[in-house]
């Protein structure tokens, strides 16, 4: 593409701050940013995020949220600085600006369509995954209907058992008892085989639905 082009001759050569720990991590004085987010903003060999994805969007045709998926594909692990405030329903504190530099830039430009190809492999391997995750649980959760017996807050355990569950009983109700230690009874929840052979034939399911 053209317009890709043009990106790659515009940042090939502009070099940009390769660390700019040196500049402090105070707040600008003008500014509810650090300095290193405004010395990033500053540096013509560095975009942020927004701006690099309104570019690639504009050079490529695509939309944004696939640009940025893109973008984010290619740099994982992008420079960020603080800069804005949060409002009180994200957590508050500060917001994170992140930057693209110039050989970033020039990276994902030379490569779009190769990334591309590969985003697109990967989503479609992820969907695949997601199908066969669905299809195991599926399997086991047959395969329990089957050949096991369903145990509810039991306080001793068969010899053949699967537990998904451990509670006790307060004040206020039931709640579960993993990682507290309390003096109350406890009480299991699960599933009882009628041998081991079965039981580990579920966790051969289990250990499959997890691999993916």
Request: include cysteine; charge should be neutral; hydrophobic fraction near 35%.
């Amino acid at each position: 593409m053209k317009n890709l082009e043009k990106i790659i001759e515009k940042y090939s050569n502009v070099e940009y701050c390769l660390d700019n720990f040196n500049v402090g991590g105070g707040l600008d004085g003008a500014k509810f940013a650090s300095n290193r987010h405004e010395d990033a903003c500053n540096d013509r060999g560095k975009l942020t995020l927004g701006k690099a994805t309104a570019m690639f969007s504009k050079a490529t045709g695509c939309d944004i949220d696939f640009v940025k998926a893109i973008i984010n594909y290619a740099v994982p692990y992008m420079e960020w600085h603080h800069a804005g405030k949060l409002p009180k329903q994200y957590g508050g504190g500060m917001k994170k600006t992140y930057f693209l530099n110039s050989n970033e830039i020039v990276d994902i430009a030379t490569n779009w369509q190769n990334y591309v190809e590969k985003l697109e492999l990967s989503i479609n391997q992820k969907r695949i995954d997601l199908e066969n995750k669905k299809s195991l649980e599926n399997l086991q959760h047959e395969f329990l209907q089957k050949n096991a017996k369903q145990i509810f807050r039991k306080i001793e355990t068969p010899e053949f058992f699967y537990e998904t569950e451990k509670e006790m009983q307060g004040k206020y109700g039931w709640f579960s008892s993993y990682g507290k230690s309390y003096n109350l009874t406890e009480y299991y929840s699960g599933w009882e085989f009628e041998n081991a052979e079965k039981l580990q034939e579920f966790y051969n399911l289990k250990v499959s639905a997890q691999a993916l």
